[in-house]
């Protein structure tokens, strides 16, 4: 099971990475159409979802925060699960594999799941409310806000996860007297 985890993490690593690289190309577009002077890359009959009736400008500047924000908060759970977080090491490898763990359960729990639980619920009706009004942008930009806002809780609720199993984790360390820690 660990494996396979270790393993999910990695590909939504990935994916985060790709969604940083078609960063690079929708500024390149949004560049480009500056140059030529374009507000309207392409102009549709049928209104589409998230895009609306067109691609101008400002919907390239929508989908560039779409995009870091998805990188970002899908980022955030899978970094804590395979421990390639901050921290200051240079203080955590003069202790001992035991105390290690004993310090992240404690930061876990003291720290890490009030914070990310007590931001859960605002969190979700932030994006609750983008959905229930219709959100959109004035400036024809992204329709469909709620998609952006919605990576938020789903981000939290993710790291959430997360923490309960590290915290589980440390736990049965402590007690077997086994440490992740070399």
Not at 69 to 98: C, E, Y
Not at 136 to 151: E, H, M, P
Request: proline share 3%; net charge positive.
């Amino acid at each position: 099971m660990h494996a396979f985890i270790n393993q999910l993490c990695r590909w939504v690593l990935n994916l985060c990475g790709l969604f940083l690289l078609l960063i690079a190309f929708v500024i390149g577009a949004g560049v480009l159409m500056h140059l030529l002077g374009l507000s309207q890359l392409v102009k549709f009959d049928n209104p589409y979802w998230l895009l609306g009736r067109g691609i101008t400008f400002n919907s390239l500047m929508g989908l560039q925060i779409l995009l870091f924000t998805l990188a970002m908060m899908l980022a955030i759970a899978p970094v804590m699960w395979l421990d390639r977080h901050v921290r200051v090491d240079v203080f955590h490898v003069r202790f001992s594999p035991r105390v290690r763990t004993a310090i992240e359960l404690v930061g876990h729990l003291a720290l890490g799941l009030p914070f990310f639980v007590l931001l859960s619920q605002p969190a979700y009706r932030f994006a609750e409310r983008a959905y229930v009004t219709g959100e959109r942008s004035t400036d024809g930009g992204l329709n469909d806000l709620y998609v952006i806002k919605a990576a938020l809780p789903v981000g939290v609720a993710l790291f959430v996860v997360v923490l309960v199993l590290l915290v589980a984790i440390h736990l049965w360390r402590l007690v077997v007297g086994r440490s992740r820690h070399a």
